[in-house]
């Protein structure tokens, strides 16, 4: 029962540098999420894919770039990291093929920091 | 626009105690709502759910009731255990704004 896997568990860059963080999901969800979480903020939600081929901005995207590579992974790409997105980055999947009410499964994230 | 607000945290409380968190809304239209737990070093869980007024979401001995006259989805539970030390967040949902989450309440509870 693997649900959502994220790698890598942690990370640690330099400004400037660039690295992608993995997501894949063995639930046949169309639709897949990136969030950030901040201290004091919540979840904000940086990109999302509501069907395989498809990705849509959210609330925080710039600086980041996604790629929806099949129906089981989407991956977030920092091109060139920053100090301000030093952050837990969570991965959630779920079902239908628009962003709806239904809930949604996350993985247990990534904890990024950007020296 | 849309917001959720949840009540700051830290709360600590016994084992046995009852529990309120409150969360409060913002939202035109008819949004769902929901509550999500964050255990340490984990992911969010859904915790429960309401999708209409009046309507009430339950799980694991957690309560909340969608009151559309107060705007409000406050989380319950009459007897805390050390186990449901952890995160808790409201969420909001419409086809206006998608999912908004609140900035989440930490609970702690003491043996």
């Known amino acids: 029962n693997a649900g959502v896997t994220q790698t890598p568990k942690f990370q640690v860059l330099k400004t400037g540098q660039s690295m992608t963080l993995q997501c894949a999901q063995d639930?046949?969800?169309?639709?897949m999420y990136w969030y950030r979480q901040d201290p004091g903020m919540g979840l904000r939600l940086i990109y999302y894919?509501?069907?395989?081929?498809?990705?849509d901005k959210g609330e925080v995207p710039n600086g980041y770039n996604v790629s929806r590579l099949n129906k089981r992974e989407f991956s977030l790409r920092l091109e060139s990291a920053a100090p301000s997105q030093t952050s837990v980055y969570f991965c959630?999947?779920?079902?239908?093929?628009?962003?709806?009410?239904?809930?949604?499964?996350f993985g247990d994230g990534t904890r990024l920091s950007i020296l | 626009g849309n917001s959720v607000t949840q009540m700051e945290g830290p709360v600590t409380l016994s084992e046995e105690a009852f529990l309120t968190i409150n969360c409060t809304y913002t939202?035109?239209?008819?949004?769902?709502l929901f509550w999500y737990v964050q255990y340490p070093g984990e992911g969010l869980q859904l915790l429960l759910k309401?999708?209409?007024?009046?309507d009430k979401g339950s799980n694991k001995g957690f309560e909340a009731t969608y009151r559309k006259e107060t705007t409000s989805f406050h989380l319950e539970k009459g007897s805390v255990q050390v186990s449901d030390s952890a995160v808790y967040f409201c969420?909001?949902?419409?086809?206006?704004?998608?999912?908004?989450f609140g900035s989440g309440t930490r609970l702690s509870i003491r043996p």
């Open positions: 894919s509501a069907s395989e081929g498809t990705t």
């Open positions: 969420a909001l949902y419409s086809s206006a704004s998608k999912i908004i």
């Open positions: 639930m046949n969800h169309n639709s």
């Open positions: 959630a999947s779920s079902a239908g093929t628009a962003y709806s009410n239904q809930p949604q499964h």
């Open positions: 309401a999708t209409k007024a009046d």
């Open positions: 939202a035109t239209g008819y949004p769902s």
